[in-house]
C-alpha cells in the first residue's frame, strides 16, 4: 500500500523530487526532503495527525494549509497526510464548529454561553454612533468579546482533538516489523 500512495503523490506532482525542485522546496531546503516527511509509517502519520488537526481547530481561516505543512516539518511528520487531514473543517463545518468552539470557550471562562439575539439592537446603536473612530472602537469591542473565547474553544478542542487522533493512529494500526513495543 505505500507504494501506492507514493506513485500516486508522483503522479500529482506531490513527491519529494518535484517539490524539491519547485519554489516550495527552495524554501524548505535540505528538511523538504526528510525521509519522514513522506513516509507513511505509523509514527509518521500519527504526527501528521497532530499536525494536520491543530491548525483545523484554529480560527486563522486561510492559513490552515500553511500552518499544517509547517508543523508537519517541525514534527517531522507526513505532509501529505497533514494538509488532507486538515481540511477536516472546511467550510461546511465551520459554522458549527466556531459555534461550539466559541461556547466552550465561554465554559472555560466561567462565563456560560447566553443565547441573546440583540444584533437589531446593536446594528442601531452603530448607526446612531457618530464618528468613524467611535465606531471602529464599538466594532472592536465586540470583537474582543468574541475574540477571547473563541480562541480559547479552538485551543481547548484542537489540543484535544489532536491528541484523540494520535492515539486513534496508534489503536488502530498494526505495528510494523522491527517497531519496539513500550514499556514491555
Known amino acids: 500500500m505505500q507504494h501506492r500512495l507514493k506513485k500516486l503523490l508522483h503522479q500529482m506532482k506531490l513527491s519529494p523530487e518535484h517539490i524539491q525542485a519547485g519554489k516550495v522546496g527552495k524554501w524548505l531546503g535540505k528538511h523538504g526532503v526528510n525521509p519522514d516527511l513522506w513516509s507513511f509509517h505509523r509514527g ?3 504526527r501528521a495527525m497532530v499536525a494536520g488537526l491543530l491548525p483545523a481547530t484554529s480560527p ?3 492559513l490552515h494549509h500553511i500552518l499544517a505543512i509547517f508543523l508537519a516539518v517541525v514534527m517531522r511528520a507526513n505532509v501529505p ?3 488532507v487531514v486538515q481540511t477536516v473543517n472546511n467550510p461546511l463545518t ?3 464548529y466556531y459555534t461550539m468552539a466559541y461556547h466552550v470557550g465561554e465554559v472555560m471562562l466561567g462565563r456560560p454561553a447566553k443565547y441573546e439575539n440583540r444584533i437589531g439592537e446593536k446594528i442601531q446603536k452603530l448607526d446612531e454612533t457618530e464618528g468613524i473612530r467611535a465606531k471602529l472602537r464599538m466594532l472592536a469591542g465586540e470583537l474582543a468579546m468574541v475574540a477571547v473565547p473563541l480562541m480559547l474553544g479552538c485551543t481547548v478542542i484542537g489540543v484535544v482533538v489532536s491528541i484523540a487522533g494520535y492515539g486513534l493512529i496508534y489503536a488502530i494500526w498494526p505495528d510494523e516489523p522491527g517497531e519496539k513495543r513500550e514499556g514491555g
Open 94 to 96: 465551520i459554522p458549527i
Open 44 to 46: 509518521s502519520v500519527a
Open 81 to 83: 497526510v497533514a494538509v
Open 60 to 62: 486563522f481561516l486561510g
